[in-house]
């Protein structure tokens, strides 16, 4: 297969959040059909909100399509970036859009904090260890993998590729913001993809927006806003992601010696050393689903009623960490004879809207007025201004058994 | 007829924006069907924006209906609302709901300058003086037209109805951008009235909005925002309202003495002293388009040069108001023989997104936090903070026949 | 002006129907703003269904760019359309799509009636006469005026141009449905017209529709059987055209001895002989409208009664016409003194959802089987087969004056 | 807990289909918290559709919310449904729209036809027996699990309330095609279902739909129609659900004998006799996707060969069958050595719009007309007369490996 090979037709998958998919890359749909890419109808898109919005099911491998959608869009659809890039360039930021999730592991954040691996260490891991993920790119063009790969960790020689799909305004956070708000059924992730595609240029190698597309930047930034705070910062899904978090501590606490009595599956995550892609394959959020069931009838106390927590959503309490209102509770969790190991959860959420740049590098958003001159965003719109020069909103909340009060 | 007579079943009228209209009080119905009512078919919702959003082309009649149903809804689901006031109330209320614009002439904007009239006079006169309108009200309860006037001119003796239909966060507003968004096909108006309306609260005979509806009124008040920029205040739709200020002010400078000359519908606007009901009635947007046609053949070449402006949305260019542009451009104005009294337009055009509380009086919008405290909404909302505090958006326009460049 | 002109950069008119019209010929844009398309902005779509459905106001202007759109896309977008048209032929189908409409009178059945002139006439004189839309296109290109006529007559060399604009699967049609469900606020007026642009074919050019596409084809033809039934044949939008039929007649039955006491406006209507441009021109429907408000005052006691019933929505019963109750209410009406020519409305509606190939022309539905073979649409589809077999939906009804009663 | 308790205020759940779900007695509010409610998060609305539609990963769970909300809004909003149940009936048919689908196994079809037994068996026993489910309804009356598992076998002593969650016009229905529709992306399973709700009616204890109403059900069954031949029986879904077949019958045909090599968790499904609850409840989703998972390493090659099939989307292929096809193709698969117990596919779907009154009973739709006759829905609407006269879609397919070819 050569790398720009074409489908013998283009091939069209029905996606509510953009119409449908297009893909007529036969690498593209090769792709797809990988058994690494296929793993993601298995890992659902947000951690702990579906308890809260219990129609947000949906899963990485549609938010996958779509980040693929939108790069595909911006290649052709703007000019600017279509003849900024060459075709191997282009192939390769359509894969890396693809796969820049395909490394993610069940119930993110909970998992990643109790493995101690971002994902992205094992998105890359995948691309370029011996996968069908990376045979079938070296089949394709030799190099390629590895291309594809410095993308998703910001080496490309070519910067703008790592742009479209990693910075404050990109084609994973577009997607996922509208993708969110559809699954979620609330309406405030919504903002105007077509407008700001439409006023992207690449000045100097550099992304930026033209000045009649900043209120919609603007829109798309509240948006993110509201989306963290109403969903992702929701507390019953920060109570739901301290269940998964103490459960999968509780196993890793049991260390070693405890690796027997664990269903077999668990096995790799309470061992020394990194975990082999085989095993990492397997940790998919179906397998964890029925790991927990097993967990259901452990003889250790505490897993065993932390698994029923997951399984059934009997979800901690949470209540405004003050020190006055965490002495008390704490004393009384003790009292009561619970571990506060895994029965006191603490967590802290700041969102800034927006991060402007700082002369160090950085990820900003800048536009390019009428008269020719670029600024950065927040020089250039005076809510982005107003926003990030107020005061900034942040949550302190503890978590607890709510038998306890 | 009585004041609380029920239609024989709900009837319900399709609304794109609401799903539907509900109607089960005779009085609301009748007075749907009044001549003064109908007239508002004739009177579009957006004076100059549908010569930027061809869609929008929707009428103050439908908006009336919008703003109906949700002072309806707020009466019926909202607790609150519904236990703080009587049915005689209630119906005041929803009519004046029904009413708030009925008094609206055409375009409104250009219009009410030339007439140095608001259009709030028109509604309260139309509501008290001998129209269908009034003798419909009266005929079913006796001192009903006033009490109806005096929610419109913020002096009923509950301040609770004029909050409902005229304040920050009122029906009326909430029902022009949903409506204004739909009708445009811009998705920067949208917000989430069901939350909303399910977090009000009546305390101490005032609106508030509960804290976990605070997100969904900075998104409310985010919508306006974008809304003002994008549509209303758009140069575009600017430079249309200049051309038509532009043609009612050279009609009215020909004077008395011109009368004769203009077509008889737009007499009444050159005599000096206010206009009578029955000469205002027929004031619409169809029979000035109508005018503006005769107008193009009238012996005035600028009356026939700015007529034909309107009617074939020829129009102005503009650009942004600076002392050297406007010299120069005057400058060139006059060499070319324009009168610049009519040739040359500028406005200025702010927008605070939100207006907090001064101590005065005024309309802020209020929150109750979870603790009970009561707090105006800068204080309640990061984002509002921020907004007020930071710089206010405002710009300065000049209009001119591109011809003259 | 060369036919082939670009625009300096694409123009985009943000539409909720199409989310964008796209423009990038010069000729295309100019058309859009000659003043025979600009005269579009005041003439609704819906002759009297936004008496039942009260959003639905929006006009031929906004319609006409719909059909552009889709017929831009068809030739750029469906790849079979594109390979089987020239340059040339691109660009007079567009236009033909734009101007399809351009010859439409106020109220159109109404107004048609009366004058006894299809506005197909009107729109092929606006093109081929002395109009700006006629200098604009003869400028561009000599003969292109008669061009775009002849798609619109039907006489085009290349039948497909025809085809394109108004066959049962037209762009005229694809646009009205989803706008006028659109502005109704209905939803039966969808359908996936992705889907089926994406399943057009040309073979033999003759325009086909994949089998794969069938279904979506099926959906259209219940879509436009639903919106004839809820919206076009709606017995409250009949009783409206009826209500403008006999207030147009009764002008025309006063004779040309009436001119004198008419409106000026409506001199052209009742004068022998056919309408002039420049008089057709103006009888858009705010100057109808405008003409009722004078008619208000007309000695013909006639003539003011029916102008106040249309003007303020007082609209004519309507019951089943059956031959009892049809003698029964002629005979009330007679006896009360009312004239039955005018007071007495009488309509048959009848919907085909679909005619098939009769094989003497006509422009039937064919699809092409996964097998190569082409079958006509009522062969592809039992849906289809079942609804041109069965029962046809048809409905008689009587209008006359509620009071009578 | 008293059967009619109420939650401290209403209760609302974000669902993107019907804006949210209320819930203000404790009791659906408990049983929503049960662990096998909470079940039903794991098994997926469509059992092979999402292959097709990837966005199509929604749950039993929230189907269930929707239907109980459907019908909740039936018995508060449709005054004569309202009128016609008492309380407890009100309670106990809100039940059943919850738990309508709680005996669900995984995978529906494929699941079912293997293990023999209908979802509707398991749904009764849970309700019956001694589950969380049980426990609840009991402790707040007695004698409320078996009304409650009356409606949902058809033997409830009102047989409005089976009509209201099982018939040809019911809660369930309305809610999966808008629900799937949704999640799919696609527009034809829309309809509408304010329309249909409004003009319900009970007439002798019979639900029936107002004249009025009628196109708005033949909308609904155009909706079903098109959802079954572009969803249900898209054949790439039922090639999925083939393969997931002849995984589960393997396992079964290797026996009892066979139990000990297979995953623990699907030795039930071994076993002779009826599963118990305890076991029934892990068998979701997810730990069949695990257990797959396991089979991928397994001894057995056609366990091992179907599971990678299975877990990676290596889907069989499908053509339509013929003797011709069948035979050739057989011949081929049995040369090259494939069991065509596993490897050779065959099914035959059929779908009725809609069926009429028999005179036997079954539940057909009435419509009451103006004159207050009422009529079977095909005697009321051309439409469904013509579809039921018509010619039946049907569809005969056959499915094997594609290396085969």
């Known amino acids: 297969m050569s790398l720009f090979e074409r489908t013998d037709e283009t091939k069209v998958l029905r996606d509510p959040v953009h119409g449908y998919i297009h893909i007529d890359l036969q690498i593209i749909w090769d792709m797809i059909n990988t058994s690494w890419f296929q793993r993601l109808r298995r890992i659902r898109q947000l951690g702990g909100a579906n308890m809260v ?94 291309e594809v790969a410095d993308v998703i960790r910001h080496k490309s020689a070519n910067p703008l590729l790592s742009q479209l799909i990693s910075s404050q305004l990109d084609a994973d956070r577009m997607d996922y913001l509208l993708r969110d708000a559809y699954f979620t059924g609330t309406t405030y992730g919504e903002f105007d993809l077509e407008r700001i595609l439409r006023t992207l240029r690449v000045i100097d190698n550099r992304l930026v927006v033209k000045q009649s597309g900043v209120y919609a930047v603007e829109n798309y930034i509240m948006a993110r806003y509201h989306m963290y705070w109403q969903v992702y910062y929701h507390p019953t899904a920060r109570s739901y992601e301290t269940l998964l978090h103490m459960l999968f501590k509780r196993m890793r606490d049991l260390g070693e010696t405890g690796i027997d009595s664990l269903p077999e ?28 069931q097993l967990l259901v009838d452990h003889s250790d106390p505490i897993l065993r009623d932390l698994s029923v927590r997951v399984r059934d959503r009997k979800l901690f309490h949470y ?42 590098g950085g990820n900003a958003v800048w536009a390019v007025m009428k008269d020719g001159s670029i600024r950065e965003l927040s020089n250039a719109s005076n809510i982005v201004y107003s926003l990030i020069h107020g005061p900034v909103n942040d949550d302190n909340k503890v978590y607890y058994p709510p038998e306890a009060v």
Chains 1, 2, 3, 4 share one sequence.
């Not at 509770?329 to 802290?348: P, V």
């Open 319 to 360: 209540a405004d960490s003050t020190p006055q209102f965490n002495r008390m509770m704490r004393a009384k969790l003790k009292k009561q004879g619970y571990d506060l190991n895994y029965y006191w959860g603490r967590d802290t959420v700041v969102q800034k809207p927006y991060v402007p740049y700082t002369g160090t």
């Open 53 to 146: 919005y219990h129609c947000a099911e949906h899963t990485r491998f549609s938010h996958s399509l779509g980040v693929y959608e939108i790069v595909r869009r911006m290649i052709t659809e703007v000019n600017d970036i279509r003849d900024s890039l060459n075709e191997r360039e282009k192939t390769v930021v359509m894969l890396a859009a693809l796969l820049h999730d395909v490394g993610h592991g069940p119930y993110s954040h909970a998992f990643e904090e109790v493995s101690a691996t971002s994902h992205e260490v094992y998105t890359c891991r995948i691309i370029e260890e011996d996968t069908d993920v990376h045979r079938l790119m070296e089949a394709a063009a030799s190099g390629l993998s590895r």
């Open 265 to 292: 599956l668990f096995a790799p995550l309470l061992k020394k050393g990194s975990i082999s892609l085989a095993d990492y394959f397997i940790l998919d959020e179906a397998s964890c689903n029925y790991g927990f």
